[in-house]
């Protein structure tokens, strides 16, 4: 008795290859959390360009208070509006921004974005302490 010959199967199985994807997903869904994100080291400063002659300064308190100082005045508190209209009546002095070091982030931004929305066009920087 002759047999047909036989059909040759022309499919690929996937099975095996969902199986290896399944586990790479599981050690991708393990190990990501655990991966380290780094942390930001800030550079210190040794020495800086010469301060500008009579800046504007805009100190920036731990709890986001502002004061402000222009040519030889004494530091005063300000609110946000009345700080962009004290940047309007300097508008070519430089602009020293000085902030506590646990002063929120985003208060020092919103303290660099006033003084670009008030028209301000000098320069702008940022006071640091110097390092030993």
């Not at 400063?45 to 731990?62: F, N």
């Not at 222009?70 to 020293?96: F, Q």
């Not at 301000?120 to 030993?132: H, I, N």
Request: proline share 8%.
């Amino acid at each position: 008795m002759l047999r047909p010959p036989r059909r040759l199967k022309n499919e690929i199985n996937v099975v095996p290859y969902i199986d290896v994807m399944l586990v790479l997903l599981v050690i991708f869904m393990v190990s990501a959390p655990m991966m380290y994100t780094g942390s930001v080291n800030l550079p210190s400063v040794e020495q800086a360009d010469g301060v500008p002659q009579d800046p504007v300064r805009i100190e920036v308190g731990e709890a986001g208070a502002l004061k402000f100082s222009g040519a030889g005045e004494p530091l005063r508190p300000v609110d946000w509006t009345e700080l962009g209209t004290l940047l309007k009546d300097n508008p070519d002095r430089a602009v020293l921004v000085a902030a506590d070091k646990d002063a929120s982030y985003q208060t020092v931004l919103n303290a660099l974005d006033k003084i670009k929305k008030s028209g301000f066009s000098g320069r702008v920087g940022l006071e640091t302490s110097r390092q030993p």
